[in-house]
């Protein structure tokens, strides 16, 4: 089992980096959610997905 853990330990520590960065991103753009920002500039004119779009619903 050691000698497993040896031989693999650059793909362990890769897999935990990339792990921890994608968690981050997940808790960052929750947080966004959270607080009511979106990447939605609001303008529905000009808007393909404006049916879905918290700020178009009248």
């Known amino acids: ?3 497993w853990l040896a031989a693999n330990l ?3 520590v890769l897999i935990l980096a990339v792990a921890a960065v994608l968690g981050l991103i ?7 959610r959270r607080a ?3 990447s939605c500039g ?7 997905a404006c049916h ?6 009248q």
């Open 1 to 3: 089992m050691l000698a």
């Open 42 to 48: 609001g303008s529905c004119a000009d808007c393909g």
């Open 26 to 32: 997940v808790r960052g753009m929750v947080r966004d």
């Open 52 to 57: 879905g779009c918290g700020a178009c619903r």
């Open 10 to 12: 650059i793909n362990i």
């Open 36 to 38: 009511g920002k979106s």
